[in-house]
Each structure stands twice: as structure tokens, then as C-alpha cells.
């Protein structure tokens, strides 16, 4: 079945750096959803692509579909400690209805 | 407007045992989708209920069953539980507007197995 990699596992920065994650499949992605899960949260929406090369932004956060459809990324400007969190990219399949195959996700932590 | 929520919150059981985790899905969703996350990994899906019918199914063995009722809210079933049943249970709920289903994840049910 379809898979999705997720780049990096963990990512430290200090508040006000930038932060970047990346996702990748080794065949065309469906819509790409992007997720935040806060430690002992859970998944909560983001945003979802759609088209090739899409680019949304919403405030600090810039989400990328690649060309080819095979990647997508999120990139956080000038972190916040509100920001900590896993970020997920998730394919939908959207077979016979939505169905999604998640990365492993993205660790964000802040240092003040 | 009430999200989705789910019972009960935390879970605590032994192997072989059974488990019933029950979803109820925000006003208006006609979809529940059920997801196994384990300690930090993404959730992986497990099945998809809509009008009362499995409409889809993950790479989860039959010990795992579920049930949509007509109110659509659902249930997850696991029989004869094992120690890597131990995970974070999310239920997502959906519908489908122009073409787009958002999923929108309820707060989860915690299951240890010992």
C-alpha cells in the first residue's frame, strides 16, 4: 500500500528560528492533509492540498505540494513556543471515501 | 456544537480480554473512520463505517470489529486483546462538501494492555 516518509523524526530550535518538515512518497500522492498533535493531544486539521505546486499559507505557516506530486512541506517562520507539537502529513486515498495513510510525523520542540 | 468525543477516555485491561470503544461524531458527520496510534508513531487506519457498513478496511486483523448506529455514532470492538494493542484509539468523523471530506479527530481513548 501506499507510504509515507516523513523527514526529520525530531527537530529542536530556538524560539524565533525557522522549522522546516518534509514528506515524501515513492509514488504520486492522492491530497496531501497536514496535522498538529500536541503532546497528549490529538490530531487536529491543518490544511489540505490538492493541486501540484499548490502553495497555502496561513500566517507563520507555508504548506507546499510538490510538482510532481510526490512531496509536500510545511515550514514554520520564526518559531513560537506555541508551535511545539508532531506535525503529520497524511495521504488521502479518498477511495470509496476519505482514508488516510499518515507519516511518522515531526517532533517540534522550542527552547525559550 | 459538541466535536467529536469519545468514551471512555482511559483504559486499563489484561490480555485475551475484550474491549468496546465507543465514538460519537460532531453534529452533521454521516462518516466515522477508527485509528490505532501507537506511542510515537503516526495513527494508522483501521476501518471506515458509513451508512451503517464497513465502506472500508485497513490492514487490521478480524479481532478488530466495529458498529455504526443510526444516530452514526460508532463503535470499535477489539476481542482476545494482546500486548501490542496498546495504543491511542482516535475516532475521526466526516462528511463530504464539494468534493472535499475534511476528517475532524476526537480527544482518543487510551488502552494499556498488561
Known amino acids: 500500500g501506499q507510504q509515507v516518509m516523513q523527514i526529520p523524526q525530531y527537530q529542536h530550535v530556538q524560539e524565533g528560528e525557522d522549522f522546516t518538515t518534509y514528506c515524501n512518497s515513492s509514488?504520486?500522492?492522492?491530497?496531501i492533509q497536514w496535522y498538529k498533535q500536541r503532546p497528549g493531544g490529538h490530531p487536529v486539521f491543518l490544511i489540505q492540498?490538492?493541486?501540484?505546486?499548490e502553495v497555502k499559507k496561513q500566517k507563520r505557516l507555508t504548506f507546499q505540494f510538490g510538482e510532481a506530486k510526490k512531496n509536500s512541506s510545511l515550514h514554520i517562520t520564526a518559531t513560537q513556543t506555541t508551535d511545539v507539537g508532531t506535525y503529520f502529513c497524511?495521504?488521502?486515498?479518498?477511495?470509496?471515501?476519505?482514508?488516510?495513510?499518515f507519516g511518522e510525523g515531526t517532533q517540534l520542540t522550542v527552547n525559550p | 456544537d459538541a466535536g467529536v468525543t469519545q468514551s471512555p477516555t482511559h483504559l486499563i485491561k489484561t490480555r485475551g480480554q475484550q474491549v468496546t470503544l465507543r465514538c460519537s461524531p460532531k453534529?452533521?458527520?454521516?462518516?466515522v473512520s477508527w485509528y490505532q496510534q501507537a506511542l510515537g508513531q503516526g495513527p494508522q487506519f483501521i476501518f471506515q463505517?458509513?451508512?451503517?457498513?464497513?465502506?472500508q478496511r485497513g490492514n487490521f486483523p478480524d479481532r478488530f470489529s466495529g458498529h455504526q448506529f443510526p444516530n452514526y455514532s460508532s463503535e470499535l470492538n477489539v476481542n482476545a486483546l494482546l500486548l501490542g494493542d496498546s495504543a491511542l484509539y482516535l475516532c475521526?468523523?466526516?462528511?463530504?462538501?464539494?468534493?472535499?471530506?475534511?476528517?475532524?479527530f476526537g480527544p482518543g481513548t487510551r488502552l494499556l494492555v498488561l
Open positions: 463505517y458509513y451508512e451503517e457498513e464497513e465502506r
Open positions: 475521526a468523523s466526516s462528511f463530504t462538501f464539494l468534493g472535499v471530506e475534511t476528517q475532524y
Open positions: 509514488t504520486t500522492l492522492s491530497n
Open positions: 492540498l490538492v493541486k501540484s505546486g
Open positions: 453534529s452533521g458527520h454521516d462518516t
Open positions: 497524511a495521504d488521502d486515498e479518498e477511495t470509496s471515501g476519505s482514508r488516510l495513510t
